[in-house]
């Protein structure tokens, strides 16, 4: 080899290892500022590779995978998202490979908010109803949280999954208290009014109605005009207000004999047995709340936070029960779901 | 010596205007990133981001078609018209035949990725206000997004520049189909090159032998994915010019490495 060869060479190598701490470097810097690309390909076939390699590649057409890696992500993403409509209409969209395929639009384009919000849709209310298994059920509850709380951290400054995942807890766990942790989080960002009242039905339906109050003290100052806030205000003030008072005061007796006068009239109230077995437990008449819980529970099917009291406080007391996938998912998160007595300070009004 | 790679060049870049293919490919980006706009409303509610993804995404790809095509046919057709026994028996080296040629090209690019990017510019200005309106929540991003998509065109060039390096030496030592098809592997493998990092992970069970062969790859591979920040664009983030500095300046030292194995290939082969 001439030697203008070997010196030519020998320049190439050492300017590949020059290369490498720059390399280095500019990786590094992509990393800190945020500029690599959201999901990484290799996350996305071991994503793969862990679930059903068959099912993985099912309607992964080479299309995709060309505009995939001809660097049009999204337009993949959305030939996909297409896709899992294509087997919407076929009645599939609840199989695992369009359930595969949602997740895959999400790991693709994770901005995209639409994707996040029917796949946990999917899963949470859809895939929930399908078995009456109630562990099988906590799972998919468990899922539908997890792939908000997924889509969350890759949007945080939006309101819109702040806002499903606390519709979640709210509506299909009926966690109130977590589910106003993410209605907070949402209002900290541009959001739609409705958002601000959602946080007060969370505290009336724990119940906690001196915060329920505050929360729609809130919107009403907002905006005079809002008539829900403004109605709500009036029902707690005129039905829970005077009970919970006598509550705070240790006062149970007399407590439970005012929202008593109330359920006369309305016996189905579930607010107002969700008062009447909250302030129960508090006095610890046991007995009484896991009837108050179980009638509210067994009045709307819906019901899952009477449900799940009835059944902790069946188990409390012995009373043969069967779980709820609420319960069972509350279980696993760690949440205790026993009545926290609040300090006097709390009752403001 | 610059004078006769000068002329290469210029002579390049007056020859590959008149590659009807190349304007037609520049034509079909023209209309893709024209109509990036249609495409938006296939997102409902991230229509901005589909713009840049349809937009940008067009002028990195075609950008690098235009690349992988001409970079090819560079020198393969001045061997094949003979014209190159002219051009070396003048006073003109093999380097700078090389240099010169793969300025001309990249001149060229340039000029293709100026034309998409204005076109790019206007679909941009015409529409986006539209979107932005219509989500006041991104009126920061949307602010941020004029300059950063300057600086993701900058990069985009330096990116296609250098896929023009590696056709331009992949012509030298292959025949045309084959140069194609290698040029398109290395800008596909290398826009996954974090793949075979991790593959070479000691933790995924890979051989040995194996782990080093995928290390060195992912040293040796040009890292085609720090060119695009279309992420950073999207999210509103600040690309500081530090960073676009130190990865225009990665491109460049690829680019050198890539011209000179070019070279020492190019000056050994019987033409």
Known sequence: MKPYKIIGWLAVIALIVAIQPLDRSVEYNRLILGLQQPTPWFQIAARGAAGDTELAVTGVTGVIVGAALGGFREVAATMLWMKTHEYWHKGEALQAKSLWLMRLVTLLDPHWLEPWRVTAWHLAYNLYVETDDPELRAKYLQMGVDCLREGVSWNPDRYDLYMELGWTYFDKVEDFEEANKWFKAAMRYPHPEYVDRLVGHAYERMPDVPRALDAYDYCLKRDPQDHTAKGATLTIRERYLWPWYLAEQGRYDEALEAINEYLLAKPSSSLGLHVKGHIAERAGKLRLAYDTWKLAGDISALDFLAQNKAVELAHELGIETEDTAQYLYMQKMGKDLKVTIPGRDRMSR | ?271
Request: hydrophobic share 60%.
């Open chain 2, 1 to 271: 010596m610059m004078r006769p790679i000068l002329r290469v060049a210029r002579a390049t870049f007056h020859e590959a205007w008149r590659r009807r293919f190349l304007n037609g490919i520049l034509l079909f980006a023209i209309l893709i990133i024209g109509s990036s706009w249609v495409f938006a409303y296939l997102q409902p509610g991230a229509e901005l981001q589909m713009i840049i993804d349809i937009g940008l995404g067009a002028i990195r790809f075609f950008g690098m078609l235009i690349a992988v095509f001409m970079g090819t046919r560079l020198i393969p057709d001045e061997i094949e018209r003979r014209t190159i026994h002219t051009i070396l028996a003048k006073p003109v080296s093999r380097a700078q035949f090389v240099f010169g040629k793969f300025l001309g090209g990249a001149a060229t690019i340039a000029v293709n990725l100026a034309l998409m990017g204005i076109a790019f510019y206007i679909v941009f200005a015409i529409k986006a206000p539209e979107f932005a309106a219509a989500k006041p929540e991104d009126a920061f991003i949307f602010a941020a997004m004029y300059s950063n998509i300057a600086k993701a065109i900058v990069l985009a060039l330096f990116e296609i520049w250098l896929v023009l390096g590696i056709a331009v030496v992949a012509s030298t030592l292959f025949s045309w189909v084959l140069s194609v098809i290698f040029t398109f592997v290395i800008y596909f493998v290398g826009q996954m090159s974090d793949f075979f990092q991790q593959l070479s992970d000691p933790g995924r069970g890979a051989s040995q032998i194996a782990q080093v062969l995928l290390g060195a790859l992912y040293r040796v591979l040009p890292h085609f994915e720090i060119f695009d920040i279309r992420e950073a664009i999207l999210q509103g983030t600040y690309t500081p010019w530090g960073t676009m500095l130190q990865t225009m300046g990665q491109g460049a030292a690829y680019l050198v490495v890539v011209l000179l194995i070019g070279y020492l290939v190019f000056n050994e082969r019987e033409v």
